[in-house]
């Protein structure tokens, strides 16, 4: 008998393109998790057109409806609580969260960074890392953690920095590997292989894959 697929929400702001790689990866019924809810905390947020036509159930929580930000999470809460949801990939979802929140989804709340962690944590990172003159830049799949873009570390991707390279063309090179290790991440967490140590996440019976030099866990 196969396992139950684990019920994920996606919380965007804006584009959508991680929840749209998750969406298309999850669109196998082999994979171990569905994606059960698109949740955005903007109602204009672009991403919210494709989760419609994909016909996921999709819902906005305006944090700008709410006077703190713990009745907007309290609200964005009951939301997941109604779909039955087991597991949250932030994908571009640009509100910080407080530690209310995070406790409630300790080790099921998943984020996408996009560069090394715990290199160039917070914004632009792109031109920060081209301003260093860094040669490899990548992206990064951890568990959230009370404190702004630390947790252990899922996965992470690597990518070279070339010389013709701006902030836009790196973004966009690495945006690729974030669409390739978000879905391989959520695999691994929704088969409940993963075994975490300290800040270490231990993976070796997980089955999205096998390292690659550059690109950890590996998917195709
Ligand atoms: C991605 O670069 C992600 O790493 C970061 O925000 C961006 C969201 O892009 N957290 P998208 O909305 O998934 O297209």
Redesign the pocket.
């Known amino acids: 008998m196969t396992a139950r697929r684990k019920r994920t929400a996606v919380l965007?702001?804006?584009?959508?393109?991680?929840?749209?790689a998750l969406v298309e990866r999850a669109r196998d019924p082999s994979y171990p998790a569905e994606i059960a809810l698109v949740l955005s905390n903007r109602p204009d947020a672009a991403?919210l057109r494709f989760a419609v036509e994909a016909k996921i159930a999709c819902a906005v929580t305006d944090h700008k409806l709410y006077a703190s930000r713990e009745e907007f999470e309290r609200s964005m809460q009951i939301l997941l609580e109604l779909h039955r949801i087991e597991l949250i990939c932030?994908?571009?979802?640009m509100r910080m969260l407080t530690p209310w929140f995070v406790r409630q989804w300790q080790r099921r709340l998943l984020?996408?960074?996009?560069a090394l962690l715990p290199a160039y944590r917070g914004l632009d990172t792109h031109a920060r890392a081209l301003a260093d003159g860094v040669k490899i830049h990548g992206?990064t799949v951890h568990f959230v953690v009370p404190a702004m873009d630390e947790g252990p570390i899922i996965a992470q991707a690597a990518v070279a920095v070339l010389d013709s390279d701006t902030p836009e063309s790196l973004?966009a090179r690495?945006?690729a590997e974030?669409h390739a290790i978000y879905p391989a991440a959520l695999a691994c967490v929704a088969e409940g292989h993963l075994r975490i140590q300290g800040n270490r996440v231990l993976s070796s019976s997980c089955s999205a894959g096998l390292p690659a030099p550059l690109r950890f866990p590996f998917s195709d």
């Open positions: 965007i702001s804006g584009r959508g393109s991680n929840m749209r991403g932030l994908a571009g979802f984020n996408i960074h996009p992206c973004a690495v945006l974030e």
